[in-house]
Structures are given as structure tokens and as C-alpha cells.
């Protein structure tokens, strides 16, 4: 198609708005694409989607595809065995959401109702809901765990608060003493490369027992991790050692649960896709108050109550344009600004949209 066509019919335009209706990126980048086709079944089968799609819109109102992402990296992770991080696995369970949404939207409510040709894709779509559950019930956000997620983790984080527990205990109880309290910069417990410490006065470094583990700008405070805590914090280096262990085995065995169904995965995005795609071009045709244009093999063009689609709506003056049958030649008179380019842009961009599948603002049996 010659770029610089489609630029002065301004089809750019119509694809920008396109792209506003879809609610993924990969919709998106499909609208993105839109091309006008020369394959005569091609366009009947798009233009029948399209057709198909704002069917059900007005019969059941708008669907949203937005919270889509866009897997298609993690899936190719997943086929070499890499474990996901918890947004990968969040950003699957929502996908999975989409689906689930999407295929409850294409039930037909009863079994007689009439098919139609999005019927197929939708029968497509696997939610997946026992993948889909098990992640939500094991990764709370995105940068936190459930404790539930496994026995194993749970008893470590339990442990965990014992243990922190402990340590402020004694702090607590040595800022309160006199012997300590009185050599500290501030009755405050304060972390160090995750350990506990106390901020000492320089010049009792001496009398409070413990390791230095930094120091203030000024070198007055020192921050020293007493003796008498040096083994609990221990403990709970070696606890987050085996809580992070824990983690990365709960994100492992969720990242393989996930690679048990990738393909399956990869089917509902590439479904999704192509119905975000279609829905798309259905919600600009609801825009504007398109219709399906019909086609002919033979040259001729018969336009009823035409509209250009990027105009007021309310503004424009609707155009007849029928040539090719009876005669071959139109002229096109009248002043400046009398409508003449708008004329010729409209019949050319409307030609273009119904090339890409786009319904177009005129009355019905267009052609």
C-alpha cells in the first residue's frame, strides 16, 4: 500500500483511534499494524468480526481486555525451566483474570442462540482458575509472600518475630539502663548491614562490649552491635537465609505449575490478542455509527449518506456518491470550501477502512 495514500487520506488517524479501543498492548500493536488488504475473503472475514463483535457490544455492552499483559517473555522462560519472579507470576494471574472475564462474556446463554464466527475463538480460552488461584493464594502483591504459601514459611517467619522479639527485649532494656543509656548519642535501636545496633558515644566505645559496625559522618557515634545480642542476630541472618530459600522454592514450584500450562497460556494470549483486535474495531465502528460495507469485484462504488469519520459527527454533511456502473466519470464542481476534497478524501478513506476490516459512517449496503 503506497505510504504517502495513505497518509494524505489521513489513515493514520483512524488507526490512532483504533489503538484507543484496545485494551492491551498487544491489541494495541495489532491495531497498530492495521493495513488495508487486496484479498477479497480476507476482508469479508474481518469485516464479518467486526460485524459480529458490535453485535454482541449492543447486546451486551462493552468488553474490556484491560489488565492484559504482556507474557509472552515469561512464557519464553518458562520453556527453558527459568523460575519467575513474583511480578511475572502476578502479571499471569491477572492475564488468567482477563481470560476468565472474556470467556464468561462468550457464553451463549442459551444452546439454540445463533453461532457466529468469534464463537470459535472464544471456545479457545482456558482461564485456568486452579493456576490462577494458587498464585493469589501464595503472592499477597508484588514484592510480598503469603505466609500460607507453604507450612515451611510460615514457621520460619514465626520463628522470625521470636527471634526479633527477643532482640528488642534486650535492647530495650539495656537503652533504659543506666549503665547503657547514659553512653548512648540517642535512646534509639537503629540497623547496620541487618544487623541491631546501638549508637554509642565515641568516647564510651569502651564500656559498651560489642562489634562496631559504622560510624557517623562526625565520628562522635558509633554504631555497635552489643555482645549480649551478637547470637540472636545470628539466628536471624541464618532465619532470612532460609526464609529467601523458602521463597525462591514457593516461586519455583509456581513457575512449574506455569509451565505445566504455557501452552495453554500462550493459546489465550494470542486468543485475547486477535479479540481485543476485533472489539476494538467493533467499539470504533459504535463511535462513529458505522456499518458494514458491502463488496464488489467490478469497479463500482455506491456510497449512501457517506460521512468522513474524522469530522463532527454533528457538522458534516452527509455525501451520496454512486459511479462505475452506468457511467465511469464524476465531476466534482463548486467554490472554495464547497466540500470538494472532503468529498474525494472521504470516498478514499472510506475505501481504505473497509479494505481493513473497519466499518464505515454511512448507511447500510454501502458499497
Known sequence: MNDRALRILEYPKIIEK???????????????????????????????ETTDALTRVYKKGSLSFSGMYDIRGSLLRLKVGASLGMVELLNI????????????????ETDDETRDSLD???????????????????????????????????????????????????????VTSQSVGSRLQDNVVTM???????????????????????????????????????????????LAAKEKAEIERILQDLSAQAAE?????????????????IFA?????RSYKGSEPRFNENGYINL???????LDRNKVVPIDICMGKDFKMLIITGPNTGG????????????????????????????
Open 93 to 108: 494471574a491477572k492475564a488468567l483474570d482477563v481470560a476468565l472475564r472474556v470467556k464468561t462474556y462468550g457464553r451463549r
Open 192 to 238: 547496620r548491614g541487618g544487623r541491631y545496633c546501638l549508637p554509642v558515644k565515641a568516647e564510651y566505645r569502651s564500656q559498651v562490649p560489642g562489634l562496631i559496625h559504622d560510624q557517623s559522618s562526625s565520628g562522635s557515634t558509633l554504631f555497635i552491635e552489643p555482645m549480649a545480642i551478637v547470637k540472636l542476630n545470628n539466628d536471624l541472618s541464618e
Open 18 to 48: 483504533l489503538v484507543g479501543y484496545a485494551g492491551s498492548p498487544m491489541g494495541k500493536d495489532k491495531c497498530r499494524a492495521l493495513v488495508p488488504s487486496s484479498d477479497i475473503s480476507e476482508i469479508l472475514k474481518s469485516q464479518m
Open 120 to 174: 470459535p475463538m472464544f471456545a479457545l480460552i482456558e482461564p485456568l482458575s486452579n493456576l490462577s488461584r494458587e498464585i493469589r493464594r501464595c503472592i499477597l502483591d508484588e514484592e510480598t509472600v503469603a505466609d500460607d504459601a507453604s507450612s515451611a514459611l510460615k514457621n520460619i517467619r514465626r520463628q522470625i518475630r521470636l527471634t526479633n522479639d527477643r532482640i528488642h527485649t534486650q535492647l530495650n532494656s539495656m
Open 340 to 367: 470538494k476534497t472532503v468529498s474525494l478524501k472521504t470516498v478514499g478513506l472510506l475505501t481504505l477502512m473497509g479494505q481493513s476490516g473497519l466499518h464505515i459512517p454511512a448507511f447500510e449496503n454501502s458499497e
Open 281 to 285: 474495531r467493533a467499539s470504533l465502528s
Open 304 to 310: 449512501k449518506k457517506a460521512r468522513h469519520p474524522l
Open 261 to 277: 500450562s504455557a501452552p495453554a497460556l500462550e493459546q489465550n494470549t494470542s486468543v485475547l490478542t486477535e479479540l481485543d483486535f
